[in-house]
């Protein structure tokens, strides 16, 4: 519980690296999900993560969120915030940020609503029982709406939105929350290739203030975002390297073309 | 302003004017006409609509833990029945020397069962305003520890609803024992007084059902009041999607936990408020079955609405 008072904004990133996985295993019922996986991600860098099914990226991001407990390993915000000592709300409280690869937006509330409810603030019982949004929070808001393109559709249940709306939304959830990295599991799935440009372009606006790790499978997007891709390939990283150079790994092409 | 609430929001409107209307008209009836008239409302039947105003309250709290966050309660009744207890012990007291064995100290199931006095905990229980925050605590303190284990351990769904259950069958099971001094199975009744009036009198019985419309009143309002603040949206959007709630900072159990004993307070005041208008609180209030019939007023009143609880709980009584 002494999670809940982790000052938020004091992640130390003096040696680089805001991220450290190192050795990280997880299994389940004897399945390797992850082995012995180690993955630094910079402070600022756009990150993709590409691999077959089953590699163990949503796994990874369940990790790093607090949803599953690694094996052995540790996982590091920073140098000092060990996150294996901290559950879901304190990881969210901390810094990191998560966008499910379905899309989970609460649908009996208002697109408005939704942001509301992820906005960086004071998440206790009391506070929010008593919350007024100030009016710089609704300035934010509005931002946010504008950047994800939903303004017109603020009052409109979420549940009512189209599919790639709901995955604008949940993005535009994960920046209300100012995260400092930004998980993004599958942000193109079931877009029009117009959604698709508009959510290359906001994900690129983001690097530099913040850390983002994409997990996508569309390999026509990763390029057209991606510096730095990791190949994953049965729970630990197969490759590194710019796009480029990952397609042309040998390696790489016999996990995705298959023995 | 009351233009600017009725346009707001009109079923709620309608329904406090209803309720309003419930509470002034029918002790007005009772007292202005006469008997022999077609429109005089007897005592008995005051007492029958206020106790149907004490079950709205119950469903209205159901409403908020089920229909607003998702909790299959299946004890409910329990916080009722704990809260009727409560009130119980005050009526209890007040006998005095009144009862059977005319024991000034004792109420009588304790001198029948040769108790030479009265155990530690019914001390306070003669004086009213401690018969009061009891009903409040009592329900709330039990519900703060239950709910506590129970969501902090992520029991949701159907375990939840199936040790819900198990609670009130256990407190059915242990007030029913004559040792545990709540009277056992006849439970505790033959009240006399109330604030020193006679608990049978019109006068008292329209009090109490007046005092059953405020409080139903009041509650709706202030339920109204949390479901549109921001933590009903936390509460609205656990029942939807309790993993994502997590994931943008919120500890899900507490939110959990307070809507939880909120409900149970209000329950405890709906048992307080019952038991009075009944004359009697016996174990059986504590059945499971109960409870499951306050999920069936909701249900039928609509869950999520507020007003469903109360429309549910009228309707099928």
Redesign the interface.
Known sequence: MTALALPTGEVDTSHGPILYLEGVSVSFDGFKALNNLSLYIDEGELRCLIGPNGAGKTTLMDVITGKTRPDNGSVFFGQTIDLLKLDEPAIAAAGIGRKFQKPSVFEKLSVFENLELALATNKGVWPTLFAKLTSIQRERIDEVLLTIGLIESRWQQAGDLSHGQKQWLEIGMLLMQEPKVMLIDEPVAGMTHQEIERTAQLLLSLQGERSVIVVEHDMEFVRSIAKRVTVLHEGSVLTEGTMDEVQNDPRVIQVYLGD | MFKQFYEHDKAAFWLLTLIGGIVFLIPTANIIFPEESPFHVSAYSISIIGKYLTFALLGLSLDLVWGYCGILALGQGAFFALGGYAIGMYLMRQIGTRGVYGNADLPDFMVFLNWQELPWYWYGFNHFWFALLMIVLVPGLLAYVFGWLAFRSRVTGVYLSIITQALTYALLLAFFRNEMGFGGNNGLTDFKELLGFNIQSSAVRACLLIASGLALMLAFVVSKW?IN???G??I??IR??E??????????E??KL?IFVFAAVLAGIAGALYVPQVGIINPSEFSPLNSLEIVIWVAIGGRGTLYGGIIGAVLVN
């Open positions: 949390v603040s921001k933590l949206r936390v609205t959007a939807d999607q993993a994502r709630v997590r994931f943008i900072g919120y500890r899900v507490l939110f307070w």
